[in-house]
């Protein structure tokens, strides 16, 4: 990310209407999304194939957990952002620590968060 480009959002959110209000407020903010993605499958091979500097991730997609992905990404140093319905006891130990904002939020929460995880953007 330069001066020159906008911060790039990778967004994992299997919910239609939320991923469009992710989206709009995202873009509206002056941020350039990629995705949204609704699976594991897809959002871990996106993954590795676009360069991002941060990511949103709903935990639960359709009864699957994105808990691989939140590992891969951590390992590569790559803020996350978890948009969850669960409360932090209910995740596991490793991931109670990492930033998140409890479904539902208002764009301004999310944004704001963003800007807290990559201050540069």
């Not at 906008?6 to 995202?26: G, S």
């Not at 993605?37 to 699957?64: H, M, Q, W």
């Not at 957990?65 to 596991?92: I, M």
Request: net charge negative; hydrophobic share 45%; with cysteine.
């Amino acid at each position: 990310m330069t001066a020159a480009q906008p911060c790039r959002v990778f967004v994992v959110e299997d919910e239609f209407l939320v991923a469009l209000q992710i989206e709009d407020d995202l873009i509206a903010a002056g941020y350039l999304v990629i995705g949204p993605f609704t699976s594991l499958s897809t959002s871990i091979a996106a993954s590795r194939a676009e360069t991002f500097d941060v990511a949103t991730l709903d935990l639960n997609l359709r009864g699957e957990f994105v808990y691989p992905l939140v590992d891969e990404l951590l390992e590569r140093h790559v803020p996350v952002l978890l948009l969850t319905g669960y409360a932090g006891s209910d995740l596991p130990e490793r991931f109670r620590s990492l930033p998140r904002l409890t479904k539902p939020f208002d764009g301004s929460e999310l944004v704001n968060r963003i800007r807290s995880l990559v201050p540069a953007a």
